[in-house]
């Protein structure tokens, strides 16, 4: 169909925008055919219009911006080739709900999308505002496009903010990796000023990057609980906020 042409043609596209790049190798390598193919799937659902220029470029995944049934989307591609997969699959093998999960690599990181996926969910079930998941399908999580204009908002890493809006921030977040633990029984686990996101005007922060969060259950929860609370703390300092990690992180462990 038409839909498919489009994608083949995006997909090169992206792939000569890209040629005078070091990052040749990795669009190359993100679009293989079987993504291509899960691409395609997802054309026919009527889910994926056209896809976007590149939003970023990470150590397992690309994010594309792409064309959704009525509105922007990003679509965020695992890469089958170059993942890190071995780090994933610790993740995986600590976490009850992906017990039956085969070993294979393709596998475990079809299982770390929908992990990716169901996380997100979870969050946004107990309030804390992540990018809505709309569809997971096996290396490729589309989700909601957190932007204006095409433009992706800012990380927190980038923005500079009054000091008043830094503690409100500050407070979301605190208040957030709280919520997320006792409430949703997660642990973020890659918590940083570069996986939160910044809506421009309001100030709200919009966590992201949720593929490698755990369920308490898992033996480094509570590791990665006191290292996302000292991430943030850290981050804040600047702002003149200084609070003690270990004393937040017992408040929230002790549910
Ligand atoms: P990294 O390896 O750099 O941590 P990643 O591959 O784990 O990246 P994410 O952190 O989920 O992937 O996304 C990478 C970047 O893409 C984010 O920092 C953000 O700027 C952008 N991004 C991710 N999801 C969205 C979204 N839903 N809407 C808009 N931008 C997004
Ligand atoms: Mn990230």
């Known amino acids: 169909t038409n839909k498919v042409k489009r994608i083949d043609t995006e997909v090169d596209r992206l792939r000569m925008r890209r040629k005078d790049t070091d990052t040749l190798k990795v669009t190359e390598n993100v679009f293989d055919e079987p993504t291509l193919k899960t691409l395609y799937t997802l054309s026919s659902k009527g889910i994926l219009k056209a896809m976007g220029g590149p939003i970023s470029t990470g150590k397992e995944a690309n ?17 089958i080739s170059s993942s890190t997969f071995n780090s994933m699959e610790d993740y995986i093998l600590g976490d ?19 992990k990716e996926q169901r996380n997100l969910i979870r969050a946004k079930e107990v309030g804390i505002r992540v990018p809505e ?54 642990v973020h686990g890659d918590l940083s000023e570069y996986n939160i996101l910044v809506v421009p005007e309001t100030n709200e922060p919009v966590f992201i990057d ?37 004393g937040l992180y017992s408040s929230i462990r002790d549910k």
């Open 63 to 79: 994010v594309f911006l792409a064309e959704g049934e009525d509105r922007d989307i990003a679509v965020k591609i695992y890469r």
């Open 96 to 114: 009850p709900r992906f017990r039956n999960v085969r070993h294979s690599k393709r596998d475990i990181i079809f299982a770390w999308t929908k």
């Open 133 to 186: 998941p709309i569809v997971a399908e096996r290396n490729v999580l589309v989700m909601e496009f957190l932007g204006e204009n095409e433009k992706p908002y800012p990380q927190l890493k980038d923005i500079r903010l009054d000091k008043e809006v830094a503690r409100e921030a500050y407070d979301t977040i605190i208040h957030y990796i709280d919520v997320l633990y006792k409430e949703a029984n997660l």
């Open 210 to 246: 949720m593929g490698q969060s755990v369920t308490s259950e898992h033996p480094r929860s509570r590791d990665f609980l006191l290292r996302d609370i000292e991430n943030i703390v850290r981050y804040f300092k600047k702002y003149g906020i200084d609070e003690d990690p270990h």
